[in-house]
């Protein structure tokens, strides 16, 4: 028998489907590029080693505390937080944590009771004390761009005994609990992590499924299983270890020379493309997730010609976001109308609605309409090493999509994430890309992180309709679908400012070998991989 690949996925370049069901993270289309079908057998214990997972996101940083970035993706399988996402949940439940809720319809308090005989890696005791600290601790070290903005409604912590936590409130936020499941509250041993600075020995004592046994910065890290661990995740592997590729073409390589078993992040639009190809006959396998990831555009306000709103709205009114999805992306990306993505409760098609198809003469009459008649000069810079291999050929097409409309004279610049994010923290930049991976799956998630004087853009943004009203409305609300209202009017209000100019939505894929199986159900819903999920398969 032959299996033959359904590939499930739309190839239209229409901009947008305003009534597509929400799709779990859990519910994905495996994709199978072999010439056979196997019967996968249960997960077991690897008899050949560990897992090795190729990925193009490196850490930034060892230290939660420090972390409001892609090195999640190392802490969720080193650290653990009270309440994490099982396989197929969408909504937080306990994990360190044996029980959590808030303690009245008020969302004003919020109690975990830790599970009993918790420890660290090393076997010191993990009790309430120590959550208290590591939360108390990203408070009190604050790191410019770290995750203490997570925490803007957490007013103190009390203590019960050894097992029980109280977060005391200053204002009803329903979406709490998902902050607690963001790695960036990973729980941490108050012995090895100082009060008020970083730690800085390269070392690792968490209480996740795996223990940080060796990193090399860069290069790759070694988990093995923690014996102390007590949760929720049920380890099929005993063994991970991540290596960490500059780009997809190289990944890709190790993955068809058989140096690694499967990739998480970082794939290339054309070797997604590659890997689907009928013409494969290799012993691969894809699995394609539905994904919240976001690319966006920044206008900084301060700078003399993007600070003009005329200038922001003629470069939303040229943008073909379906063209760089199709030209550049090859149709692995969907256009993106709205900063919150597709899936999620309250997502609108604001700039679409507005703007309509692109149009070069939209444009021209709205900067004549403010009086600008000259040639617009802009400066885009984007990262070179942090978003994939797309980004410059992305730029690049943005570039001749606004001098192609005869109104703009736009130069492109490129800068290695560290520079890169110290220069748009700084200011220096004109216009500049992003991504955007969700700290939890809430339509506030993608609106929130981006307003307010302090804010992940390190570029102030104050809208006091969102952060003082319709936020506020909205975190009283723990039934999410009850505040489609409140996200639709943020959302118009980015419309109408266009500060932030959303571009596209990813999806996720994961490669892997033939022999390797638990890649759909791998990625949780803030599309974080899950590496205790990843097994060999036991009988063909």
Known sequence: MVCRPWYGRSRSERVFNRYRALRQVAAVTSISLVAGCGVLGSGSADDKGPIVVGTTSAPSTLDPAASWDGS????????????SYPSGAAAPEPDAAESCGFTNSSNLAYRCVLRTGMKFSDGDTLDARAVKYSIDRIRRIDLSGGPAGLLGSLDRISTRGDREIVFHLNKP?????????????????????????????????????????????????????????????ERKNDAVTIRYFPGSADMVKALRDKKIDATYRGLAASDIVSLQGKQSQE??????????????????????????????????????????????????VDPLYSMVPKGLTGHTTGFFDDFGEPSSSKARKILLDAGITQRVPLTLWYTTDRYGSETAPEFQELKSQLNDSGLFSVKVEGRPWKTFEAGYRKGEYPAFGRGWFPDFPDAENFIA???????????????????GVLLPQSRRQSDRGA??????????????????????????????????????RALDPSTIMMMWELYRKTSW
């Not at 004087?453 to 006091?464: C, H, I, S, V």
């Open 483 to 520: 505040v489609v209202k409140e996200f639709e009017k943020a959302q118009q209000i980015l419309v109408d400012d266009a500060r932030l100019l959303p571009l596209w939505q990813g999806k996720q894929f994961v490669a892997a070998s033939e022999d390797i199986s638990g890649g759909e």
């Open 449 to 467: 992180p981006f307003v307010g004087e302090q804010n992940a853009l390190g570029t102030p943004y104050p809208t006091r309709e969102i952060t």
């Open 72 to 83: 999640w993706e190392l802490f969720r399988n080193i650290y653990q937080t009270l309440l």
């Open 283 to 332: 012993d691969l396998q894809l699995v394609e997730g539905a994904g919240t990831e976001i690319s966006y555009l920044v206008f900084n306000p301060k700078d003399p010609w993007a600070g003009k709103a005329a200038v922001r709205k003629a470069v939303a009114q040229i943008v073909d976001r379906a063209a760089i999805a199709h030209k550049v992306y090859k149709d692995t």
């Open 173 to 233: 936020d329903a979406t709490f609990p998902f902050v607690l499941a963001t790695p960036a509250m990973s729980i941490v041993d108050p012995d090895d992590y100082p009060a008020r600075s970083l730690r800085k020995d390269g070392k690792v004592f968490g209480s996740g499924p795996y223990s940080l046994r060796s990193y090399e910065e860069g290069k790759q890290a070694e988990l093995v299983k923690n014996d102390h661990y007590k949760g929720f995740a």
